[in-house]
């Protein structure tokens, strides 16, 4: 099966004021700024409404297992492993910061 | 059972309900319906497929209920059946949304949208979304979209006569349904339309594969290479390397749209009080509270499972059951006693198999559906996740193996509420390697004639033991028998609310007697063979072709130093688990337990007889289970693979354990 290249070598240590979901408190609002992972788990979260730009605020995380997010008036919980490759950016003035590069 | 088709009859129309998960979808079908007709699985999958017929006037509806998808990419099973059976049969599709989660559940309309068949929107939880102070205007959101807007109560019936009306109205007229598309601006997308452009089969369009093209849908992307050339794959592969992205912008576009969809349509409060919903996942998803109220509540589920339909399984048993049997022998005084034989203890003692399991899958049913309807299940899962992905499974995953404990029966069935496919088929596999009450019983019985006072101990290290088989064959099974990668956790929480009575009982109700129905006469049938087997030729187990097999399996045994009234006895369980202690009383020569106590303890030395339990915990599942295995996954494949998978590990662990044994020096 063709598989399409995903963007998982590129380092998020690159761009200021971007991190991963996973790392944020409870209570934190931020901005999606990209999506690591590959193109069907993008494709799956952007259908749950986890795109670029959305806003997210962080309802729950316990440091261990899930985190759960509310984005586009839905709680949605993401693995562990799946919150490290969406990375944010903290701030309601992110919520603008649509990046394309 | 393969479903019929839409094009029997002229006034017989097809409707499609999509939906994402947690939208209802179920309960519209159900108010369209009144239930469904005809249960079965998609052709080749293991994803349950219903569906029902409406009358409106002269028209009959023949109503499909598609598998809930967020989108409808080829990523999972139930997105490809959605989207197929939407391309193929082109129906009328109603789309149920979620009123309360708009924009979220609109993500799937824009994809339908793009399709070209009629739809209508449903719009559900209409009561929810006014108690959060939510106002929706359906008439302003109708005329943005292009389709029929009908706002629901689909639990409390609201709305059934408008959304028919709707559907009736889209089906005489097609034009009353003219969706608006979300506008795609890219280039990329409109060169690789140019390629495509008169190279596509029908059913496609070749927008709408260029689209998919870019959001990576690996089955289409297969299907373009046959579709073009090598040049133009070349090109159109080089495009898809370059817009890498693309597909993040296919994504915002559709939001971007659904947004200017609700912007006019929907008016929200600026900022409502700390929803019910948060304060109660203050609680119900906090690292220790959350763990306690998760105990809690899986004990109440097991507690109200076997505590209320343990006494009714023993009442149908001794009363009911026992009864018909002493009431038809006697009736056949006259007939041949293996006519006799064959009624009471084939066919009474087969359908009695089905009967006494009701009321055990009446009640986990109904409980599984208040935990679900109530919102709960998505938490326990979320708390389990972590757990249970190690052996590769979805937090949800742990409910049905979880009532293993009481009975596989309802853990295969119970799998039903695992969503994707993946997942389910591996709870299925896993589920009888739970040690079910049936297994326990003749655990605690062999175990406490052999082990005397250690036998509590023997028992727990048993059941540790075949846990650790369960997760290591999970382990296993996950990452090389069932291809899929393991997929992403992701999933929604919605909102807490009361369960519903009347959607209680009908998903216990509808649960329980497609079991029955489609299982039952199976199970009948099985004991029958059974039966049959262990009676004849001989008088008694001894003689009978299972005896014979139960001989010449014995060098085999052997290893585990089973001999073959062991092997005769374990055969026996195939029926019933609870079987072989009965079998082991007339193998042994005696007929009272005492009996049966003192012939064992000089019979089987203490290494033969732990291989031997060993062998019970692992062996093949009864053939009720074997049965609901095949209801469940659609086919004979699986519970071939389940049976023979189990007879190995069974026979490789009784070996070890016999061998080890004897080494340490229990062979006396």
Redesign the interface.
Known sequence: ??R??S?EQWSPLGAAGVTALADLATDTTCAVQR?L??????????????????ELTV??N?R???V?VM?????????R??AGKVLVEIGSAAAEA?S?? | MTPPGNSEGAGNRLVALAGQPNVGKTTVFNLLTGGAQHVGNWPGKTVRREEGLCRVGALQLQVVDLPGTYSLTAASDEERIARDFILRERPVVVVTADATGMERSLYLLAEIAQLDVPVVLGLNMMDVARAQGVQIEPHVLEAALGVPVVPLVAVRGEGREELLAAICRVLTDPARSHPSRPAFCCEVLGTMHRLLEGKVPVPYDPEWVALKLLEGDEELLAAARGWLGPTDWETVHGLLRTHEDAFLDVAGARYEWIERMVRAAVVRPRLGPIAVTDRLDRIATHPLWGRLLLALVLGLVFAATFGLGAPLQRWLDESVLAGLATAVGDGLGSAPEWFRGLLVEGVIGGAGRVATLIPVLVVFFAGMAVLEDSGYLARAAFLLDGVMHRIGLHGKSFFPLFLGFGCSVPAVLGSRIVESSRSRLLTILLAPLVPCTGRLVVVAFVGAVLFGNTAPLVAGGLVAANLLVLAAVGAVFSRWVIRGEREAFIMVLPLYHGPRLGSVMRAAATNTWAFVRRAGTLIVAAAVVVWALSNYPGPSPEHSVLGTVGRALEPAARLAGMDWRLVVATLSGFMAKENVIATLGILYGAEASAGLDAALATAVTAASGLAFLVVQMLFVPCISTIVAIRQETGGWRWPLANSGLQLMVALAGGAIVFQAAQILGLGV
């Open positions: 099966m063709l399409l290249g963007r999506l992972g590959g193109r069907m788990f993008a494709s799956r979260l952007a259908a749950m409404g986890v795109s670029i730009g959305a309802l729950r316990n261990s297992g899930p759960v984005v586009r008036g839905t709680r949605i919980a993401l693995g492993r799946e649509r394309d590069d």
